[in-house]
């Protein structure tokens, strides 16, 4: 694989292990070598938030409802997910990512990416600076990290994802196409579940199948994503670590403890939080064109609905007004919800003159 000079920098992914478990794990003995959940409570319409290693086993998985791994798992220890608690651990941990570079890009509290071809430290091997992250996350902190090592950020997340608990993998420019003619293709970056499964009817199953395929075919099948493809396959990625991220949208939603299907009562509730958004909008100055409309229903289908202004608008009267218009597009009311979201998008922040401000988010990762 030829990898031109532009692509290759020294990219480490950073993946905090079971975080939020862990650090119930590490604060209450009671709770250590036990199958812990972090999330809502399994009586109720909690979602699973975290799962540690001991509960993984039995298919619990982050996203699931807690009712369904709690049959999973009955005898698993449920816990509160304590936020402060977890984002005070990640902030000390992004301090240690500074130690060595500027460039950190946070993708949520327990993850980020770091870029050390240029470092503080002076030190030539990524390999070296990302087991001197994990010595440190460990001694400081008492949890465990995993750590990828590659040439673009494409192969060092998949990397950090290879050994874990605990572990560092390295894919280096000469291991990089067999590595990757031999991965998944669910693996790729890009290709979700509904992409996976047309890709497998296709015959693609590896990247060394999908590297078969030419770029005009690839973008017959799949669009513009088979530009993207064709790229990813022959170990190309030109993506940046950014440090900072605009905010792209402003949202809320709810999960109800009961099902409803009163069409009043849901129209009432979207207006409600068409009212808590704009205010959330006022505090930042930011205004926006597109309104989204989430509905889950009873039996976790989840549909959007997305309508897009001539004009910019944070007024609470405007977004309840295309939410509630949006909501006559779903089974709403004929299907009972569960859930329900409004978020709005294609941002302005010139209303406090700070269009373009990156706006910090929390980092939940040769």
């Not at 004929?334 to 209303?351: C, D, F, P, Q, T």
Request: a neutral charge; proline letters at 3%; aromatic letters at 8%.
């Amino acid at each position: 694989m030829e990898i031109s000079e532009d692509h290759i920098r020294k990219i480490i992914h950073v993946d905090m292990d079971a975080f939020y478990a862990s650090v119930e794990q590490r604060d209450f003995p009671q709770y250590r070598n036990k199958p812990v959940i972090v999330g809502g409570s399994p009586q109720g319409r909690g979602v699973v938030a975290a799962a540690s290693y001991e509960v993984r086993k039995y298919g619990v998985h982050s996203a699931m409802p807690a009712a369904r791994a709690v049959k999973l798992c009955p005898h698993a220890i449920f816990v509160k997910p304590r936020f402060d608690v977890y984002k005070e651990v990640s902030e000390k941990i992004r301090e240690i990512f500074f130690e060595y570079t500027d460039l950190v890009e946070p993708l949520s509290l327990d993850e980020a990416y770091l870029d050390v071809t240029e470092n503080h430290k002076k030190i030539p091997s990524a390999t070296l600076i990302a087991d001197r992250i994990k010595k440190q996350i460990k001694q400081q902190t008492g949890l465990t990290a995993s750590a990828g090592v590659a040439f673009n950020k494409f192969l060092a997340k998949i990397a950090s994802d290879l050994d874990k608990p605990d572990g560092l993998s390295v894919i280096t420019p000469d291991k990089a196409e067999e590595f990757i003619e031999q991965l998944e293709i669910g693996k790729f970056f890009g290709v979700g579940k509904a992409t996976q499964r047309k890709m497998e009817s296709l015959g693609i199953r590896t990247g060394a199948d999908l590297k078969e395929w030419d770029e005009v075919d690839l973008v017959k099948q799949f669009g513009k994503s088979g530009h993207h493809y064709y790229r990813i396959v022959r170990g190309i990625d030109k993506r940046r670590v950014k440090t900072d991220r605009t905010r792209k949208s402003i949202g809320k939603e709810r999960t109800f403890s009961e099902d409803v299907s009163d069409l009043e009562w849901i129209r009432e509730f979207l207006t409600e939080l068409s009212e808590k958004i704009s205010q959330s909008m006022e505090k930042i100055g930011a205004a926006g064109k597109t309104i989204t409309l989430k509905v889950r229903y009873e039996d976790f289908e989840t549909v959007t609905r997305s309508y897009t202004l001539h004009h910019y608008t944070d007024d609470a009267n405007e977004l309840a007004e295309v939410a509630i218009r949006l909501l006559e597009e779903t089974e709403a009311g004929a299907r009972e919800v569960r859930l329900l979201g409004i978020s709005v998008s294609s941002l302005n922040l010139r209303k406090s003159g700070v269009i373009g401000k990156q706006l910090e988010i929390p980092f939940e990762g040769f």
